[in-house]
């Protein structure tokens, strides 16, 4: 079982290759809304993992999906601290000797 982060461009790629068959390099550029070189670099990365290949053929390089044991993982992060108001102040003491407004 391989473990892949959700959220990230690895993610991304290999659920749009588990959805349509065959792909293009210039597919999942158009379908990230990023540059070819960022595609290009991650599947380079996936293909030194052994998930997918890469096949150039007549000016356009496929993309093969060789494995499917994916198991998304969400990202380990801190929760955000939540600052609660307080919505009823407490009352005011009646001995205080301030200044008085009338």
């Known amino acids: 079982m391989i473990e892949i982060t959700t ?3 690895e993610e991304r790629i290999i659920k749009i290759l588990q959805k349509k068959y065959p792909v293009t390099v210039n597919y999942i550029k158009n379908q990230l809304h990023t540059s070819k070189g960022i595609v290009l670099r991650e599947l380079q990365k996936l293909q030194t993992k052994g998930i997918v290949r890469l096949e150039p053929l007549s000016e356009k390089i496929f993309i093969r999906l060789l494995r499917h044991d994916f198991s998304f993982v969400g990202k380990k992060r801190q929760r955000k601290f939540i600052k609660h108001s ?6 005011p003491t009646e001995e205080y000797d301030g200044i008085m407004y009338s």
């Open 7 to 9: 959220g990230t461009t």
């Open 86 to 91: 307080k919505k009823n102040p407490p009352p």
